[in-house]
């Protein structure tokens, strides 16, 4: 069992409702939403750097709170960075104004072996540490979801892969892929032991309090059906299934996990078949085509608003969550954007998004 005695949960929405239950009000939480579109955030990156914040646990509490102490949402999301477990594996990682994160230093064959493969999890203690801090801060007001990138090339575990070896953002990922057509042996090593850091990672975050956890696994749309099936099924499953055992070994309280993947429209019913209680859903696919291609499996969705739809008039945005809710229905579904929220998104527009959400009648 757990040895925290975390304030009594208020707000149990997302918890329901990733659950399969039927909550008094669709839940809706924004991906990024500690982010750059808040005043208070920029004021705050003024004083300090975006990895001394992800580092330091009071800090990122303090990040991961804004956006709670500023809209009704329904979840708070640990303030950190999927990047951290490249920097725990030895890996330099630098956010770079205007340009994103970099690696100067790419993972390449012949400096693989330098990864930096003990104690991995240790080292990103402070992620647990921010966790149980916000947990107490939040006061029961929402739940507090914990993340990981997936297992790939870039991000997660291809998603990290992709990072590692590009060397920061690409529009190709042309040198990760290159790993799995050239070097599809050195692949599965790098993809099984990113996996196994994903899984104790995930059930650290669990440890320390996350209430739900979710997988981002932003680069799917890089690859195809085959490669995926290949390169990022089956390590997705093992997180999933490794982790549900684990935190049944350890006499914890079951924890719905959360699978986004980005782009994988193409696989989107075998995702269904991953473990995971929720499959979010990005801004590309129609929320009708979605329910006919999932109507039979028991999995809650999450979605799938374009972000840029938060520049439209007011009137026209909540039209636009209207329309799309009543597109999901309201049955195991929980509301989101459709990919993470831009930085120049307008607050109110944020808010008037989430108002739109609670006030449609269950």
């Excluded at 579109?37 to 750097?49: A, G, S, T, V």
């Excluded at 320390?208 to 085959?226: H, P, R, T, W």
């Amino acid at each position: 069992m757990s040895q925290h005695n975390f304030p009594e949960l208020q707000n149990d929405r997302i918890l329901k409702a990733a659950r399969g239950e039927k909550p008094d009000k669709l839940p809706v939480w924004i991906m990024r939403q500690a982010g750059r579109y808040l005043p208070e955030f920029l004021e705050f990156r003024k004083h300090h750097e975006f990895f001394e914040i992800c580092k330091n646990p009071i800090l990122a509490c303090q990040v991961t709170l804004m956006p709670i102490n500023r809209y009704d949402l329904d979840a708070a999301i640990i303030f950190s960075d999927i990047l951290v477990i490249p920097q725990a594996l030895g890996m330099e990682v630098e956010m770079k104004p205007g340009v994103g994160p970099v690696l100067p230093e790419p993972l390449t064959l012949e400096n693989l072996n330098k990864l930096n493969k003990e104690d991995v999890v240790l080292r990103l203690k402070y992620v647990g540490e921010a966790i149980t801090l916000t947990r107490y801060k939040l006061n029961g007001k929402v739940p507090l979801f914990g993340f990981t990138g997936a297992p790939r090339l870039e991000f997660a575990e291809w998603t990290l892969m992709g990072y590692m070896i590009e060397g920061g953002g690409s529009k190709t990922l042309s040198k990760a892929k290159k790993w799995l057509y050239a070097n599809p042996d050195i692949a599965h090593e790098l993809l099984q032991l990113l996996t196994n850091v994903i899984i104790d990672y995930l059930v650290m975050q669990i440890e320390a309090g996350a209430q739900i956890v979710q997988v981002f696994d932003s680069s799917a749309e890089y690859l195809n059906k085959k490669l995926y099936t290949q390169f990022g099924l089956p390590y997705l499953k093992k997180i999933s299934g490794t982790v549900k055992e684990r935190i049944n070994k350890l006499n914890l309280e079951p924890v719905p996990m959360v699978l986004f993947a980005k782009g994988a429209h193409f696989c989107l019913e075998e995702q269904t078949n991953l473990g995971y209680e929720v499959i979010g859903i990005d801004w590309t696919m129609e929320p009708k085509l979605v329910r006919s291609i999932l109507k039979d499996k028991n999995v809650v969705v999450q979605g799938n608003l374009d972000p840029c739809a938060l520049y439209a008039s007011e009137v026209e945005l909540t039209r636009m969550v209207t329309d799309m809710i009543q597109e999901f229905g309201t049955d195991k579904y929980i509301v989101n954007l459709g990919h993470g929220i831009y930085p120049d998104a307008s607050t109110d527009a944020v808010k008037t998004f989430i108002e739109a959400v609670h006030n449609v009648l269950m």
